[in-house]
């Protein structure tokens, strides 16, 4: 019980510290990463399609 509560601990803190230095090295300001994101997500349509449908092209 104690090692999984130390587990759930460290998981926790290391998602903190990641969430952190990501808003502290971004690149862009948070709407124009979400712009680019969806822009991206969009011309990749397609392509993030296929690959969900056909799981062997994920080797690719």
């Known amino acids: 019980m104690k090692k999984n509560l130390k587990t759930a601990a ?3 803190a290391g ?3 990641g969430a ?3 808003v502290l090295y971004a690149p ?3 709407a ?3 712009r680019r ?3 991206w997500t969009q011309d990749n349509k397609d392509l ?3 690959k969900i449908r056909q799981p ?3 080797h690719n």
Request: no cysteine.
């Open 10 to 12: 460290v998981l926790g």
């Open 15 to 17: 998602m903190i510290l």
């Open 20 to 22: 952190a230095l990501g």
């Open 28 to 30: 862009y300001k948070g």
């Open 32 to 34: 124009k990463s979400r």
């Open 37 to 39: 994101i969806a822009k």
């Open 48 to 50: 993030l399609m296929a």
């Open 56 to 58: 062997e092209l994920m």
